[in-house]
Antibody, heavy 119, light 111 residues
Framework: EVQVAESGGGLAQPGESRRLSCAASGFTFSRYEMNWVRQAPGKGLEWIAY????????YYADSVKGRFTLSRDDSKSSLYLQMNSLRVEDTAVYYCARVLPQRLAFDSWGQGTLVTVSS | QSVLTQPPSVSGAPGQRVTISCTGS?????????VHWYQHLPGTAPKLLIYDNTNRPSGVPDRFSGSKSGTSASLAITGLQAEDEADYYCQSYDSSLSGWVFGGGTKLTVL
């Protein structure tokens, strides 16, 4: 069964850093492009970061560009989102999502991990 | 404000048909990028309902269907069931933003 599971959420103060992880199972992780999507309280879904299957290409939403870095470790079937200079507006549930091959849709999502940025 | 525009809410009685619209622009839907639809219950993983405008992943009932025309797309749900009560999001790719964009979400209430 295809599964992705996020971890690493919690409480952080403005300006601090935090690293989220996404563990994949049930598929050959190295063959898939991956993304992070977040949902702030009471708001809709917001795409924030993409990484290619090779790891050589990443894209970021303007809201996180320069502060967040996405990486992957195929030997561990894991995805990492390094979040620096956190802001109150980064408070959200963060989801890891797999890209449907040859498509631009996200076909498998985790249940999310909550990051709260507050002083 | 979301790049793709959806109505905040729709409702229908069990057994009825509802549609949810998704309006974009010339840099996303109108540029030919496909539209995808997701069902999301708070606290759970979003679920892919429709991909590439009209296609259903395995396991999604044929009560769910999608369409696309010009700069807009629609999700139709027939034979409404109580379990369909959820938030629904459309998604596409935007060339001017170089990234994926979502609609603001539509809350479906089954009366």
């Amino acid at each position: 069964e295809v599964q992705v599971a996020e971890s690493g959420g919690g409480l952080a103060q403005p300006g601090e850093s935090r690293r989220l992880s996404c563990a994949a199972s049930g598929f050959t992780f190295s063959r898939y492009e991956m993304n992070w999507v977040r949902q702030a309280p009471g708001k809709g879904l917001e795409w924030i970061a993409y990484i290619s299957s090779s790891g050589s290409t990443t894209y970021y939403a303007d809201s996180v560009k320069g502060r967040f870095t996405l990486s992957r470790d195929d030997s561990k079937s894991s995805l990492y989102l390094q979040m620096n200079s956190l802001r109150v507006e980064d408070t959200a549930v963060y989801y890891c999502a797999r890209v449907l091959p040859q498509r631009l849709a996200f076909d498998s999502w985790g249940q999310g991990t909550l990051v709260t940025v507050s002083s | 404000q979301s790049v793709l525009t959806q109505p905040p809410s729709v409702s229908g009685a069990p057994g009825q048909r509802v549609t949810i619209s998704c309006t974009g622009s010339s840099s996303n839907i109108g540029a030919g990028y496909d539209v995808h639809w997701y069902q999301h219950l708070p606290g759970t993983a979003p679920k892919l309902l429709i991909y590439d405008n009209t296609n259903r992943p395995s396991g999604v009932p044929d009560r769910f269907s999608g369409s696309k025309s010009g700069t807009s797309a629609s999700l139709a749900i027939t034979g409404l069931q109580a379990e369909d009560e959820a938030d629904y999001y459309c998604q596409s790719y935007d060339s001017s933003l170089s990234g994926w964009v979502f609609g603001g979400g539509t809350k479906l209430t089954v009366l």
